[in-house]
């Protein structure tokens, strides 16, 4: 029985970047820039994806299929493998850290999780717990 291997933070975010300008061609060095990797590295991601038809390289530069894209996307990224991490600490309530965070978030251009340790807090009225 063979085994997809899943991706890295770098292949993951390659896929991204070649999602979210699906129409924009761009060289191999200019998506690793953008995404962070190496280029050398970015060239084996690109090379990757190909191979699996999910991108092209044209003469004005890489276009990636956004089906193909999506498909092995889902099948091969693990969210906790591809995304960055940040811990925070403080000995505020939580719900007041995340509306710190909120706060902060709403400045930014990012996208972000909190714990579901606080997803109860959040949903139900007047912050309480419901009883499982």
């Not at 299929?65 to 960055?84: M, N, V």
């Not at 909120?102 to 400045?107: D, H, I, N, V």
């Amino acid at each position: 029985m063979s085994r997809t291997r899943s991706w890295g933070a770098g292949t993951a975010a390659v896929a991204r970047a070649l999602i979210d300008n699906a129409s924009i061609p761009a060289s191999g060095a200019a998506i690793a820039r953008s995404v962070g990797v190496t280029q050398p590295r970015g060239s084996q991601i690109l090379t990757a994806l190909a191979s699996s038809h999910a991108a092209q390289l044209h003469d004005d530069g890489w276009i990636g299929d956004t089906d193909a894209l999506f498909d092995l996307y889902i099948e091969r990224s693990r969210p906790h493998l591809i995304e960055p991490e940040s811990y925070w600490y403080s000995t505020k309530p939580l719900t007041q850290q995340v509306a710190q965070f909120l706060a902060f978030a709403s400045t930014q251009q990012c996208r972000f999780g909190v714990s579901a340790d606080i997803g109860p807090d959040l949903l139900t009225p007047g912050g309480t717990r419901p009883s499982v």
